[in-house]
């Protein structure tokens, strides 16, 4: 089971800490901890053996998920034969755009189905991509461009959203 509940006292305890990482750590756990013991019930409470309170993502490790979420994408168009590839700009402005400090990695994933997922279907479905074709995710002036790559080359650009 997880929760988001303390996720206020986290941020907070990051922002204003200057201690160890670890002093940090163990304050936010002491906080987070408490907190879930006056919002649930003692008989819910009772049933949890232990409480692991995650260190949050930062953007690094933002981009990380973005580019593995990526390549799931990237898996899934290889077997329609269309190669999909993307720019460490694209990375990074997808990472931007899917990270709240609040719910880490969560909107990531939301992030990519919009805006690359659903912007690659939709160029199938118009007949703009084709099989044996190659796509490249891009960033230019914090807006993602999908465009088709020809001879090696950029080609026409497909979408530019955002």
Known sequence: MTSNIGSHYILETLRSSHDTKEAVYELMKKQVVEL???TFHPEFMNRIDEYIVFQPLDLKEINHIVELQLNRVKDRLKQK????????????LLGTLGFDPNFGARPVKRVIQ????NEVALGLLRGEIMEEESVLIDALKAKLIIRKLENGSSG?????NH
Do not use: F, G, W
């Not at 034969?81 to 990074?92: C, F, G, N, T, W």
């Open 36 to 38: 879930a013991r006056q």
């Open 114 to 117: 919009q805006m690359v997922e």
């Open 156 to 160: 026409e650009v497909l979408v530019a």
């Open 81 to 92: 034969k269309i190669d999909l590839q993307y720019s460490k700009a694209a990375v990074e």
